[in-house]
Every structure is written in structure tokens, then in C-alpha cells.
């Protein structure tokens, strides 16, 4: 079968698929020039403001230097001050010395000298002589007026010409810095330090790529204060000036020709790739008018054949004549299905709002009007007892990171599939809905002819049997008590949730009934000692801390916490240890700062178990207290203070240990003693001794049945009442109360 009109709709294309090639080609071409133009010009700038950022620095740095030396010089000062009256040639000397000491502490200073206006003589580093035999005099007689300094704007000259000897024709070109210093006749004293221009040439010069651009500086006359020949065919990209110096940078590439022949040829492909796009325009409008003759014959056909119809669904697709002939053809199918849809998408619409009702107690349902929307909604709805279970996806962060979108939709229809499934096994009438992106709740009707006094768990232990035996991640189940009411719903809601709420300590995985749990509510006031332990021997870098933490753990691994009462307790923890770690040098608070606090925090809302809970504090704590130890080894006291830390903890007993001690023991100075052991423990000497003496008299409180007056004397405390006193200002109890608690 032949097709002439898709050859010719081919013939009538293809031109303008070549046109779009060649148009893009040459958009391309461009932008690439365009881009690279850009990147030339970026350079450029980059470029030019390191070198001006660098002739600042220098010069900066010289003046800095002149300023310093004028002003804290105590030779220069006996000169500038003294010299008149003494008319010492031995103070000149020492102060041509100074001068050429200047002179030597930069590579791009030419020469200083100083002007005494009073005495018309000049003071360099290598000679001593009167104004009139100096080759710069006239500019320093110009820069010792008054108002020299208010016809300048920036601190250097531009480029002028320097003479030691009049009439010679040894002259270097130079730029120059003038500085005045006032003495107590009322006169200043002038002092100039000149720069080569041809070091700062040297100096352009090794930062810039002399085979490819150019850098010259000019001065504020305009005047250019380095010579270079490359410029005159160069094309200049960047022109930067100086705030400090007042000097310009002038920066681009050294070969112009080239550069500006790629702008004509870029140029000139842009006006024809312009052209193109009005020749395709007219090209597809020409063949897009022949080639709709076909499809506006059909249109004439279909609207002479229902005309007031027809006009009707025209206007709605805006002249669009393709999708009117399409939308004429699939109309019907589409009202077939119409009906149906919606009445499926709005049933299951319904179901989802009426179990959030119910489980969220937004309207509370009596059993006759339960049985009544049950009915409505198509929903089998018994007079019998009702059992209510929350299933929760654990670490479902984990799981959305796992899963896609797509993929996480199908695992979720395949748990409430199960659990619809599983449900008939144990004659009970299952409804599950998804209340949140992690939980699906599930009422569970039981049968009037049911036997099994306990269905809902013998179903609950079946799905997370089937869970951890076909999918990759687990879920644990809340179980709430048994209704006889629709009334009470909402209630049972709350108890699975709660039920819930204990996974941190029983685990995940499991079937959790909050009625039948195996463990005693935990006392929260009893791991607080743990905590103080625990921050106060990380901060002083004491290895005990893992002790103490385990301890810590241990406790709270004792009793039956919620989530939140265990996120509680971890907040105690961190505000702890925050604490104590801001009583350390402001280097070891800053790394507590930035990699401690960002990674405990974020555990207060991840963590599923108690056990992944010490675990990641654990490794948190002891990477960081490495991280912390390596910073006080560096610390030329550190192991000084460890061996004091080591005496107090074995001498803490001595009634007479102090800071006098210490000095005697260590043959340091005991003030000495007491800063080092503040700036590297973060407390003093005093509350260290303290707190290891009433640490010490808690384990003998608690392990023996010794007298308050004998424990005192073994830690260290003659006087028994100032061993009551401390240990309750510490502990808030007596000794004696605390023993009994």
C-alpha cells in the first residue's frame, strides 16, 4: 500500500528538522563563546584583584612599619626630639643605622631618608647632608608644607623621579609614602620612604601568565607606573582601582587580534542563526496550513452532522481540532465509567474519615448508630465485643529511605491484607485503615459463636510471625483493651498507643498488651545520680564515665519507661553534660559544640530501642572524648596535672591535703598549681577535692555500715559536722538520709 501523504508530510519536515540542527549548532557555538568570554573576563578579575590586594598588602605593610618605627623607635625618638641640642653626630650615626635597618625589611623599598625643615638636612642610611645637596629636596621642601598633606587623598604619590645627587642622570622611577611627625617647635619633621616601581613590576609579573595576559597599574594622574609593550594589541577586559593606594589595575589578554576576530565570527553566526529562525517560521507556517486542509475537511463533516452538539464541545478545547475529534470519540466510554469510579473512590473516602472519627473521638457513636453506618458503608457491623490493635512500621525513617513511593504503598496494602487475612483464621471481622504514614489501626469485631477468650493476640503474634518471615523490615503491634461499647474506642485507641510507647524498652518486633507487661514501672529520680557521675567524669577526660553510663543504663534497663519519659531522661543527660563541658577551655567547649550536641540531639528523636539508644551515646561520647583527649595531650601541663590528679585521688584522705600540700609535694608555686588545674580540669582545686572525698564517702555509706563520724574521717574530714554540711550542700540530703534512701 503506498502512502504518498506521509512521504510528502516527510519532504514537507525535514527541511526544518535540518534547520533546527544547524540553528542549534550555531546557538551553541555562541554560547560557548559567550561562556568563554565570561570565564575570560572572570579570570581577568580574579586575577586582578589578587595582585591589587597584594601591592596593598606590601605597601600597607611598609607604612605600618614607617608608622612603628617613628613613633616606638627610641633612637629615632632621641633624634627627632633631643637631636638639636645635643648635636650629637654619634645619635645620626645610630640613626642611619635604624634607617637602613628599615630599608632592609622590605625587598621593594628603594631608599628612606628623613627631612629636618629646621636644620634644612637630610638623613638617609648612607649619607648625612643639607638640602640643597640632596637631588630630592625639592619634593621634600614640597612635602614638608603644611598643606601637602590636605592636597592628598591617598597616602602614595603616583609615579615620579628620584635623585640622591643633583645633576646626575642616576634617577629611578618611584612611588612614594610621606609620613610627618610634629616637634615642639611647632615644625614637622618629614620622613619618606620611596618604592621602585620596577619591584612592583617584578612582583606583577610572578603572579601573572605572561604568555597569555597583561597587567599594568597606573597612579592616580593616570599615569602608568609599570612599562609594559604587550599592551598596545591587547584588548583590556578588567579595571579595578585601589581604595588604599588610589592606584589602578588595568588586566586582559595580550593577543587582541584574535579575540576580537572570534567576536566578528560569533557575531556573525548569531545574525544567521537569527535568519534561520524567520525562514523555519515561515517554512512551518506555509506546510502547517497545507497539512491541515485534511483535518479541517473532517471538522466540516462532523459539525454539519450534529451542529448545536458539536459547537458545544468545540468551544471547550479552545479550537484544539485534534483532541475535539479525540474527546468525540472517547466520550462515551468516558461517561460509562464515570459513575462507577466515583462511587468507589468516594465509599473508600468515607471509611477512612469514619474510623478516624472513631479512633480520634471526634463523635462518639452509640451501638444502634454504629450498626447504622456500618450498614452505609457497606462495613459488616456485629453486635458482639470489639478489640482495637495499632501496628507500627519500626524505624520507619529507615524504611521510606528503603522504599520508594510506589513500593512503600504496596508493602503497606500487603500488612492490612494480611492482617484482613489472618483475621478469618481466627473468626474475627477485621477493618484496617492507615491513620499516619507509620500506624494502621485495626478494629477487630469478634464473632457471637467465637471460643477463644483471647483472639485479638493469638492474631496479633501470627502477623508479626508472617512479617518477619516474608519482609525485610519489622512492625510491632499495641494491642488495646476489649469493648463492649463503640463508645469506648476511643479509649482503647489510647491504651494501644501507650502499649506502643513502651517499644523503647520491650523491643521491636513484638505484640506489646499495655495490661500484661512483665516489668515494674520505672523511678525516673533514681538514675539521676548516674547522670552527675557520669558528666562530671567526662569532663574531667576520667575513663569512670563508661561506668557511669552503664550504670545509667543499667537503671533505666530496670524498670518500664514510655518513650518520652526516657527522652526526658536523655535531655537531663545532655543539659549535664552541656554544663560541665562549658566550665572547659573555649577550644575543647567549641568541638562539644560542633560534633557532640548535633549528634546527640538528633538521637532524641531516632532512637527506637534502649539498647540502640547507649549504644550510639556510648559512641558519640567516647569518639568525642578521644577527639577531646588527643586536644590536652597536646597541652604542656597536661600530664603535670594528671600526676596531681592521680595524688589527690590517692591522698584524699589526708586531712591536711591542700593547695600548700601540693606545693610542698610538687615543688611548685600552689597559686601556680591552682590555675593549671582550673584551666585543664574546668574546676578548682578545692570542689575537685570535694567532690572525689564525698564521691568516695557515698560508696562507704552505701556498702558499710560504718558510722557518719568514722566516714568522715576516712575521706578526709576531721570535723564531722563540716562533713555533714558539705556532703548535704552537694547532695541535697544528710548522710544519714541518704543511706536510708
Known amino acids: 500500500m503506498k502512502k504518498p501523504w506521509l512521504y510528502r508530510q516527510l519532504l514537507y519536515y525535514l ?39 597584594a601591592i596593598d598588602y606590601d605597601l600597607q605593610n611598609i607604612e605600618k612599619m614607617l608608622v612603628n618605627e617613628m613613633y616606638n623607635n627610641h633612637k629615632l625618638s632621641q633624634f627627632i626630639y633631643d637631636a638639636p641640642s645635643m648635636n650629637d653626630h654619634f645619635v645620626e650615626y645610630e ?90 617647635s611647632g615644625v614637622e619633621m618629614v620622613f619618606v620612604v620611596n618604592v621602585k616601581t620596577k619591584k612592583l613590576h617584578e612582583l606583577v609579573m610572578e603572579m601573572s601568565n605572561a604568555n597569555v595576559s597583561y597587567a599594568e597599574i597606573s597612579g592616580t594622574d593616570g599615569q602608568m607606573l609599570l612599562d609594559t609593550p604587550e599592551v598596545k594589541s591587547g584588548v583590556e577586559l578588567v579595571r579595578l582601582t585601589s581604595e588604599y593606594s588610589g592606584f589602578t589595575i588595568h588586566t586582559g589578554l595580550i593577543n587582541g587580534n584574535w579575540y576580537e576576530a572570534g567576536n566578528a565570527v560569533y557575531n556573525t553566526a548569531l545574525i544567521v542563526a537569527v535568519l534561520l529562525v524567520i525562514a523555519g517560521t515561515i517554512w512551518i507556517v506555509f506546510i502547517t496550513r497545507r497539512s491541515y486542509r485534511p483535518i479541517e475537511s473532517i471538522l466540516s463533516r462532523l459539525n454539519s452532522y450534529s451542529k448545536k452538539k458539536n459547537q458545544l464541545i468545540w468551544s471547550d478545547f479552545d479550537k484544539d481540532a485534534l483532541k ?27 471509611r477512612r474519615l469514619f474510623f478516624a472519627e472513631l479512633v480520634e473521638g471526634n463523635r462518639i457513636y452509640s451501638r444502634e448508630q454504629w450498626k447504622q453506618e456500618m450498614d452505609r458503608l457497606q462495613l459488616p457491623g456485629h453486635g458482639g465485643r470489639i478489640g482495637l490493635a495499632v501496628l507500627e512500621i519500626d524505624k520507619y525513617p529507615d524504611f521510606c529511605q528503603t522504599y520508594s513511593t510506589r513500593d ?99 523491643g521491636t518486633g513484638r505484640v506489646i498488651d499495655r495490661g500484661h507487661t512483665p516489668m515494674k514501672q520505672g523511678e525516673a529520680y533514681k538514675s539521676l545520680d548516674y547522670v552527675h557521675s557520669l558528666a562530671h567524669a567526662f569532663r574531667l577526660g576520667d575513663d569512670r564515665w563508661k561506668d557511669h553510663a552503664a550504670d545509667f543504663f543499667q537503671e533505666i534497663g530496670s524498670g518500664l519507661y514510655k518513650r518520652e519519659e526516657i527522652r526526658h531522661l536523655l535531655n537531663y543527660l545532655l543539659y549535664n553534660l552541656y554544663k560541665e563541658m562549658m566550665e572547659l577551655q573555649p577550644e575543647l567547649q567549641e568541638l562539644w559544640k560542633a560534633e557532640a550536641i548535633p549528634a546527640l540531639n538528633e538521637l532524641l528523636d531516632s532512637f ?29 601541663h597536661h600530664d603535670f596535672i594528671q600526676g596531681v590528679r592521680k595524688y589527690i585521688e590517692a591522698n584524699y584522705n589526708n ?78 540530703t544528710t548522710p544519714g538520709e541518704y543511706r536510708k534512701g
Open 608 to 636: 527506637e530501642t534502649i539498647g540502640e539508644l547507649e549504644q550510639r551515646v556510648l559512641g558519640v561520647l567516647d569518639d568525642t572524648g578521644r577527639k577531646l583527649s588527643r586536644i590536652r595531650e597536646h597541652r604542656s
Open 655 to 732: 586531712p591536711d591535703l591542700s593547695l600548700s600540700h601540693l606545693e610542698d609535694a610538687f615543688k611548685v608555686n600552689g597559686k601556680y598549681i591552682s590555675q593549671l588545674f582550673r584551666d585543664e580540669m574546668g574546676e578548682k582545686f578545692i570542689d575537685y577535692l570535694a567532690n572525689v572525698r564525698l564521691t568516695r564517702a557515698k560508696e562507704l555509706l552505701k556498702q558499710s555500715t560504718l558510722p557518719v563520724q568514722d566516714i568522715a574521717l576516712r575521706v578526709g574530714y576531721t570535723n564531722a559536722m563540716t562533713f555533714i554540711r558539705a556532703f548535704k550542700k552537694t547532695t541535697g
Open 408 to 506: 512503600q504503598y504496596l508493602l503497606k496494602f500487603v500488612l492490612s491484607s494480611v492482617i484482613n487475612e489472618l483475621g478469618e483464621t481466627h473468626r474475627l471481622i477485621t477493618w484496617a485503615e492507615w491513620t499516619s504514614g507509620h500506624r494502621l489501626g485495626v478494629l477487630l469485631q469478634y464473632r457471637e459463636d467465637l471460643e477463644s477468650d483471647d483472639p485479638v493476640a493469638g492474631l496479633c503474634g501470627q502477623v508479626i510471625g508472617w512479617v518477619q518471615e516474608h519482609l525485610d523490615f519489622t512492625v510491632t503491634i499495641g494491642v488495646g483493651f476489649t469493648m463492649e461499647e463503640p463508645s469506648d474506642i476511643i479509649q482503647s485507641h489510647q491504651s494501644a498507643l501507650e502499649a506502643l510507647s513502651y517499644k523503647t524498652m520491650l
Open 95 to 184: 640613626v642611619t643605622n635604624e634607617i637602613k635597618r628599615m630599608h632592609n625589611s622590605s625587598s621593594l623599598i628603594d631608599s628612606i631618608y628623613i627631612f629636618r625643615p629646621e636644620e634644612r638636612k637630610v638623613v638617609s642610611d648612607n649619607f648625612i647632608r643639607p638640602i640643597e645637596q640632596f637631588g630630592d629636596g625639592a619634593f621634600a621642601i614640597e612635602a614638608a608644607r603644611p598643606e601637602y598633606d590636605a592636597m592628598r587623598e591617598h597616602p602614595w604619590t603616583s609615579k615620579r623621579i628620584y635623585k640622591e645627587i643633583p645633576g646626575t642622570d642616576a634617577a629611578v622611577p618611584v612611588i612614594t609614602l610621606v609620613r610627618k611627625i610634629p616637634l615642639r
Open 324 to 350: 475535539f475529534i479525540e474527546h468525540a470519540i472517547d466520550k462515551l466510554i468516558e461517561q460509562a465509567n464515570e459513575f462507577q469510579q466515583g462511587s468507589e473512590e468516594g465509599l473508600l473516602y468515607k
Open 15 to 53: 527541511p526544518v528538522f535540518f534547520i533546527v540542527i544547524i540553528l542549534l549548532s550555531l546557538l551553541m557555538t555562541y554560547t560557548l563563546n559567550h561562556q568563554s568570554k565570561a570565564s575570560a573576563r572572570s579570570a581577568n578579575e580574579v586575577f586582578a584583584k589578587h595582585v591589587l590586594q
